[in-house]
């Protein structure tokens, strides 16, 4: 309630300019209890947003933590100040809900750290099978429960490549294989295919894709004008709203997957064949 609050006091406090870009939603904040996050196509409007956020809250006896400030800096070279003059740094990561942002927008770094968390509750997992009398059956539920849910989290608001989902898989399968006793396959010469058969599991892409599905189904189930639907498709359409922006030129590089566009023919396909 006091960000609420103090958020709406903020905005009063900008010019008629950055008031406009907040309008137009080239100036807004995310807020989560006292997390906030500021962000802006122009460093000058989220530096005055910035003060202005700092001023209002200086009214209810709140003080901004300027050591524990992050500025995250995506393709560009802002130059912000504290109240004292003082420069603000740029860092090339930082940490918010639990999430890594970067500024190259790549997502291999929280893929990797997705993956040691749960390979740290698993590897605690399995000191306690090696005394315990419980099945293969069971425990494999319990790994669907406390280890896949953990590498799994949010990964269905990104797109993966084809190595990306190959190192989630092997993954998967790795733990697997340590479950119901099976070497890997250099050794064993059984294939992963015939490992997730046998367990009666399903591919972690697999399951990745049908939370994707899921999250889509609640974006396109939305009604026009919710956040959700908004960040998604241009209003009143169904068509992405990348395409919106034709003046995007893309860098020099490989094809760069787009959620939608990779979701939205699986999400389709399975609608057709009553999956959902």
């Given amino acids: 309630m006091a960000m609420s609050v103090l958020l709406t006091d903020a905005t009063a406090m900008l010019s008629a300019p950055a008031r406009s870009a907040y309008e137009r939603g080239e100036l807004s904040d995310v807020v989560f209890a006292d997390d906030t996050l500021l962000m802006s196509v122009s460093s000058n409007h989220l530096e005055e947003?910035?003060?202005?956020?700092?001023?209002?809250?200086?009214?209810?006896?709140?003080?901004?933590?300027?050591?524990?400030?992050?500025?995250?800096?995506?393709?560009?070279?802002?130059?912000l100040h504290t109240p004292t003059g003082d420069p603000i740094p740029c860092r090339q990561r930082m940490e918010y809900l639990g999430t890594t942002l970067s500024n190259d927008v790549h997502?291999?770094?929280?893929?990797v750290k997705r993956i040691a968390m749960a390979k740290k509750h698993f590897l605690?997992?399995?000191?306690?099978?090696?005394?315990?009398?419980?099945?293969?059956?069971?425990?494999?539920?319990?790994?669907?429960?406390?280890?896949?849910?953990?590498?799994?989290?949010?990964l269905s608001t990104i797109c993966l490549t084809i190595s990306q989902e190959r190192q989630l898989n092997g993954f998967q399968n790795r733990c697997i294989r340590q479950i119901i006793g099976i070497k890997p396959s250099y050794v064993s010469r059984v294939s992963n295919a015939l490992v997730l058969?046998?367990?009666?599991?399903?591919?972690?892409?697999?399951?990745?894709?049908?939370?994707?599905?899921?999250?889509?189904?609640?974006?396109?189930?939305?009604?026009e004008g919710h956040p959700l639907r908004s960040a998604t498709f241009i209003p009143e359409t169904e068509h992405p709203l990348t395409e919106r922006y034709v003046t995007y030129v893309r860098r020099r590089g490989g094809p760069c997957k787009e959620w939608l566009r990779t979701v939205l023919p699986i999400y389709y396909e399975q609608q057709n064949g009553g999956v959902l």
């Fill in 49 to 79: 947003y910035l003060l202005a956020v700092a001023a209002a809250g200086e009214r209810y006896g709140m003080e901004l933590h300027w050591d524990k400030f992050q500025l995250l800096a995506v393709q560009s070279e802002p130059v």
């Fill in 107 to 111: 997502d291999q770094h929280e893929l």
């Fill in 124 to 154: 605690a997992l399995d000191c306690v099978w090696k005394r315990s009398s419980l099945t293969c059956k069971r425990k494999l539920r319990i790994f669907s429960s406390l280890v896949e849910s953990r590498f799994l989290y949010s």
């Fill in 197 to 223: 058969a046998k367990a009666g599991h399903t591919l972690a892409t697999d399951l990745l894709r049908q939370r994707q599905c899921r999250l889509l189904d609640r974006v396109v189930c939305s009604p």
